[in-house]
């Protein structure tokens, strides 16, 4: 094949695999549809060079490729009606998910609803809230009782029984998409549970699934790997590895229970690719794709976001565009902000959490000092075309400060010993701290530590400190205006405080993270429409927030413009829309602040405050801010 482009080694590789598929009844029916067709000749290449990239050192690649390409078409012919149809409506508007009427949640079905028809039962209730996203958390099959919140899954295909099954799974998607509501899981890529049959059958010593995973004889490349890799969760394991009680070493990231995938193995691709699909025609719209920076391993690095990563994630997204056409990826990389936007990409992860943008909100309101947001927004905002942050307070995990040291030194402020501080303010271990955060996985050793809570009891509700409610909106009012998809964790919405009942359970009390994952808040609902209560203002707060979202058009899209307020106190950002402007400015301040005249020369006289409805004057003498005041002006 020496001598000919990689264009044109795919369509011969192309027209081999055809031939080949002809061989077969199923394939002969894929071959059929045009529709495939045409699909696979316009991402095929993408595939191909990938897999001959990754894989190409084996001799069965292209047998390989054969077998991937006809579980796709089979899994293509699966597909039904609906969301054919749905693909070809997303085809022809691919940027939906741009739009300002976007706005997410994201719940553990047991926890707030118990079950999946409790969350078909809550359905009028997102709909209230003006959801048209909703996150489920993990809920797969999974060991019992620990299984770090479902990411141990024990299978892909199986709803775990406690909340219903997968048919209840499709029909929920149905209706969810009925009321125009997208729905997410998670994609558990990285790593099996140690009950999966894949890994049973690996720990029982069978060649082809010890294959799958990295399993070591003994210590000794363990050990080499280690040399490099970080302690993730040091308070389960020390290292990477775990050992078998055959006394064989697996690699395990996470909890010992989690066992990573060997991706270098092609297998493995394909066996999560046909598992991907298989969910995708349950009707699932986006896939949240977990902890995708430890995907793949090399000796010598610390075996997070190494480029093969971006090369799984595009392969897998060119199935995709294959076979379930209108699914969208979102990554799940909490990891230094250089490697975070590395995963957006149109043809990578569509979508991606913000976590820079949600750690330094509640950096800002600790040290009551917008710079470092403000400089996040200036200088890593802006994500490729068609790409969308997704915007959150806080999430179900615990939270880290994952700021780069040398945009931190830039002002002036060493990254190590801010984070100590950041740590002990949420922790409340520094005087007059507003925040009852709990720490998580503080490792007295690396002086690594993140911590939990829920955005109430971050925000000071639970302290009783003041200006806990103002703290709460002025986080919300950013993830819902910044540009992307706002996410909320429900039940923040009703202000929904710490549960340290996970103390008193054996399986959840060395993970502090379940303190901000509380049931189902019954009492804080049922005060929501009451504005008299906590959970009335909190709530009311948030709707008009939602409300103004979708109706202020400005607020689509996802590019955000920094605006030099000249007050540390204030963060600003413009968001463009196509004649007009929303201007947004937010005081972390716990004082009366002023934006000087200056700083809006050359904009109108006046413009009205969206948030109050006021007309404010710009040129005169600059604007006023209270306390933890958010204004969006548009003009
Ligand atoms: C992700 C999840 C987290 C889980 C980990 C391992 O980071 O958000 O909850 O512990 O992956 O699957």
């Not at 709707?543 to 030099?564: D, M, Q």
Request: charged share 25%; glycine share 6%; hydrophobic share 40%.
């Amino acid at each position: 094949m020496s001598g000919l482009s990689i264009d044109q080694q795919a369509r011969a590789a192309e027209a081999y695999i055809l031939q080949e598929l002809k061989k077969s009844d199923d394939g002969k029916k894929i071959l059929q549809d045009e529709d495939f067709q045409a699909r696979l000749n316009m991402n095929f290449i993408t595939v191909f060079a990938i897999f001959a990239e990754l894989y190409g050192y084996r001799n069965d690649c292209l047998d390989q490729l054969v077998d991937l390409i006809l579980m796709c078409g089979k899994s293509w012919q699966e597909r039904g009606p609906e969301l054919r149809k749905l693909d070809k409506q997303r085809e022809s508007d691919p940027e939906w998910y741009m739009s300002n009427q976007m706005v997410g949640g994201v719940c553990y079905v047991d926890r707030y609803a118990k079950n999946l028809q409790g969350v078909k039962d809550k359905i009028p209730y997102f709909k209230e809230l003006g959801l048209t996203y909703l996150h489920l958390m993990p809920l797969f099959l999974c060991p019992q009782p620990l299984n770090d919140g479902g990411y141990a899954v024990s299978s892909y295909r199986d709803v775990d029984p406690a909340l219903g099954d997968i048919n209840q799974l499709r029909e929920l998607a149905t209706e969810l998409r009925e009321a125009g509501i997208s729905l997410i899981v998670d994609l558990v890529f990285n790593h099996t549970s140690n009950e999966h049959k894949w890994a049973q059958k690996a720990a029982a010593g069978d060649p082809e699934h010890s294959a799958m995973y990295w399993i070591f004889p003994d210590r000794n490349v363990p050990s080499a790997f280690e040399r490099c890799t970080r302690e993730i969760f040091p308070d389960d394991h020390p290292g990477s590895f775990i050992q078998l009680p055959d006394g064989r070493y697996i690699w395990s990231t996470f909890y010992h229970f989690q066992w990573d995938l060997n991706y270098s193995n092609p297998a493995v691709f394909r066996a999560m690719a046909a598992e991907m699909l298989y969910l995708a025609n349950v009707g699932i719209d986006f896939f949240r794709m977990d902890a995708v920076a430890f995907m793949w391993k090399r000796m010598n690095t610390d075996c997070e976001n190494l480029p093969e990563v971006h090369k799984l994630l595009r392969a897998f997204n060119a199935l995709c565009r294959i076979a379930a056409p209108s699914v969208l990826f979102k990554s799940e990389a909490i990891v230094h902000p250089d490697f975070v936007v590395s995963y957006i990409d149109r043809y990578e992860c569509q979508l991606s959490y913000n976590p820079l943008q949600m750690a330094l909100t509640w950096e800002a309101l600790a040290t009551r000092d917008a710079s470092m947001i403000a400089q996040a927004i200036e200088r890593r905002h802006n994500i490729p075309r068609g790409c969308a942050w997704v915007n959150y307070v806080r999430s179900h995990d615990d939270i880290g400060w994952t700021f780069s040291d040398e945009d931190a030194l830039e002002l002036g402020k060493d990254g190590t010993n801010h984070r100590k501080f950041l740590n002990a303010f949420f922790v409340n271990r520094h005087p007059g701290s507003f925040a009852r955060g709990v720490p998580f996985q503080d490792n007295p050793r690396t002086g690594d530590c993140r911590i939990s809570g829920t955005t109430a009891s971050l925000a000071g509700l639970e302290s009783g400190h003041d200006g806990a409610l103002e703290r709460i909106l002025l986080s919300f009012s950013i993830a819902m205006s910044t540009g992307g998809i706002p996410l909320i964790y429900l039940g923040d919405e009703v202000g929904q405080l710490n549960d340290y009942s996970y103390l008193n359970d054996a399986s959840k009390m060395d993970d502090s993270r379940w303190v901000n994952r509380p049931f189902y808040p019954e009492a804080n609902y049922a005060q929501r429409h009451d504005t008299t209560t906590v959970p009335g203002k909190v709530y009311a707060g948030i709707k008009h927030l939602i409300n103004l979202r979708k109706s202020t058009e400005e607020l689509s899209g996802g590019r955000a413009i920094g605006f030099f307020t000249g007050n540390p106190a204030i963060l600003g950002y413009q968001r463009p829309g196509v004649n007009s402007t929303v201007l947004c400015l937010c005081n972390f301040s716990d004082e009366r602040q002023w934006i000087g005249r200056d700083r809006f020369m050359g904009m109108p006289e006046a413009a009205v405050d969206l948030v109050t409805g006021n007309m404010i004057e710009l040129r005169r003498s600059g604007i006023h801010m209270q306390s933890h005041q958010y204004i969006w002006l548009k003009f």
